[in-house]
């Protein structure tokens, strides 16, 4: 990306954040709510120890946890003003924040390589263009519906040429393996389950179209308790170092939440997740530039949706400075 393009990018995010009306609440908030992820080791770790009601504790606020099955449930409850704080892939909060729902993501709470095309054991299909015609399984509105357009395009496939079939991810898992659908687009734990225990096959991988995992918060909450919000990341950042530091309890975490097996909880988080990065900056700008012509070129987003302003507005590159680890 020229420099010239990031620094306006960054001048903009900058100029919104400075925009965000300050109306920090004269009286402890009554409850605060946020969700947990099963694509978020992090966000399950927070939750088991209860280090982010300890840290409201002597306010009395009250923390409600609600559960996302994947990014478009968090958006879903992002939008509806069901929770304050919701974890996604970073282009399905793109694609909501292109599209109207107001949030931004200060936090990045994992680097992922969450999802992959996958077929069955004894598939015949051995490559993307093989994809033609067939049924594939995907959750709209998450990163793994658009690792399938992404991938499509890079066979030189559209939509059309294959039958989408819109499953929630855990239903995807099952399809693939009672063969009702010929391949299903992944999303951890329920894919490193599938290829563990039924010898489910990877048959295209892309680190770089899966997106960051992001944080989001609600613009009017951001706005109105910056303070509450900035307690939010200061536990993340807690969980994130004792992910780092523990990755094998942490795995038995996430095998305990998500019924899954040790091995399956293993291979997501130390061969499939880095936690070294949580502060939003150029690359996850980068990152959301590269993949947004997707969103555009399938019709995803409102005509005339400025992209390019929806991720200067969508990326908070300077709110978390402050709460973040050195090192």
């Known amino acids: 990306m020229k420099r010239r393009t990031l620094l306006q990018l960054a001048a903009a995010a900058g100029a919104a954040s400075a925009t965000l009306p300050r109306l920090a609440a004269a009286v402890p908030l009554e409850e605060i709510r946020l969700d947990y992820a099963y694509y978020s080791p992090t966000s399950l770790v927070l939750r088991r120890f209860g280090w982010l009601e300890q840290a409201f504790k002597a306010d009395g606020t009250k923390v409600k946890w609600v559960f996302s ?7 879903e409850y992002l ?10 892939a970073g282009l399905a909060a793109l694609l909501a924040r292109a599209n109207g729902t107001p949030i931004r993501a200060p936090y990045i709470f994992s680097r992922p390589e969450w999802t ?23 959750t709209k509105g998450t990163d793994p519906y658009l690792f399938l357009l992404r991938s499509l395009q890079v066979a030189g496939l559209k939509r059309s040429d294959i039958e989408h079939v819109s499953l929630q991810h855990a239903d995807g ?54 303070n509450e919000t900035a307690r939010v990341i200061q536990a993340y950042e807690k969980a994130r170092a004792w992910v780092r530091a523990n990755q094998t309890e942490a795995a038995k975490i996430l095998s305990e939440e998500a019924k899954v097996s040790l091995p399956v909880a293993l291979l997501q988080i130390k061969l499939r997740s880095d936690f070294s990065q949580p502060l939003p900056g150029t690359e996850h700008v980068n990152a959301l530039r590269q993949a947004a012509p997707i969103l555009r070129d399938e019709a995803l987003v409102k005509p005339g949706a400025d992209l390019n302003r929806a991720i200067a507005e969508l990326v908070d590159t300077r709110f978390a400075q402050p709460y973040i680890a050195k090192g």
Not at 208 to 225: D, I, P
Request: hydrophobic content about 40%; glycine content about 10%; proline content about 4%.
């Open 69 to 75: 099955a994947g990014s478009n449930r968090a958006l």
């Open 173 to 226: 898992r099952t399809a693939l393996e009672q063969g009702k659908v010929d391949a299903w687009v992944g999303l951890d734990p329920h894919m490193a389950a599938s290829e563990l225990e039924s010898g489910a096959r990877l048959l295209y991988r892309n680190v770089a179209f899966n997106t960051y995992g992001f944080l989001n918060v609600r613009e009017q909450f951001l706005g109105s308790h910056p």
């Open 116 to 138: 992959a095309l996958v077929v069955p054991k004894n598939s015949p299909i051995r490559s993307l263009a093989d994809l033609k015609g067939k049924k594939v399984a995907a």
């Open 79 to 88: 939008n509806g003003n069901s929770i304050d704080i919701g974890s996604s």
